[in-house]
């Protein structure tokens, strides 16, 4: 079992022995333990259908575990009403694969969106929308409704909305798989820049290419439970990460 941390760190995401079904059907994750803490980066792998949207779900508060202990911000979700719960996802940022954005709105006001609610002032809004869009090679598009958007122009500003804010968990599911390489390049020096001012990143991906050319640790899922990779260094025996 791997622990680096220090006694007096607290995990920003911790988990034990975490499962989760839904309705009476059997555990889609079993016995998940891991522990990540403020500021880390890592890649989350696994087929399709092991499991990585449902734990991403549970990670940014959409979902309680069936059974075990969730932690997110030091809070048990389990015991967590749900005003509480909404004041905890406003530090979490998510890059849903789907998008999710609102289709009637322009870029702008989408990505702008999170920092609306949060009260800041237009002005702030505007300066830091358009930095944002620039940075992703939308800014000609900032009028346009994302309903007139191709689906690598959504999906980079679905990215631009989730990390406006400056969240302290970036969640991200396959936020590369609808660009080009030189976009998907830029987009993962977006997250590194963003993780190097303390977010916590996760990104779900099948791209075994960005995994290899990134070194930054792999939560892999199979056959419902978690192993941990670190790069170079192959598996670590035990399911517990402390990085």
Known sequence: MLRTDTKNEQAIIDMKNVGIRYDQGP????????????GSFHFLTGKSGAGKTSLLSMMYLAQKPSRGVL???GKNVNFTNR?????????????FQDFRLIEHLSAFD???LPLRVCGMSEREVRKRVKELLQWVELDKHMLDKTSTLSGGEKQRIAIARAVINRPDILLADEPTGNVDS???????????????L????????????LVNDFS???????????????PREGLIKGAKLYD
Do not use: C
């Open 110 to 112: 989408n990505v702008a």
């Open 27 to 38: 555990e889609i994750l079993s016995d998940i333990n891991v522990s990540l803490k403020r």
């Open 198 to 209: 303390g977010t916590t990143v996760i990104i779900a991906t099948h791209s075994e290419k």
């Open 83 to 95: 005003d509480s719960l909404a004041l905890l996802r406003r530090r979490i940022g998510v890059v």
């Open 71 to 73: 932690n997110v911000f």
């Open 182 to 196: 030189d976009i998907a390049v830029k987009l993962m020096k977006l997250f590194i820049e963003l993780n190097k």
């Open 216 to 230: 930054y640790p792999r939560l892999h899922l199979q056959n419902g439970g978690l192993k941990v990779f670190m």
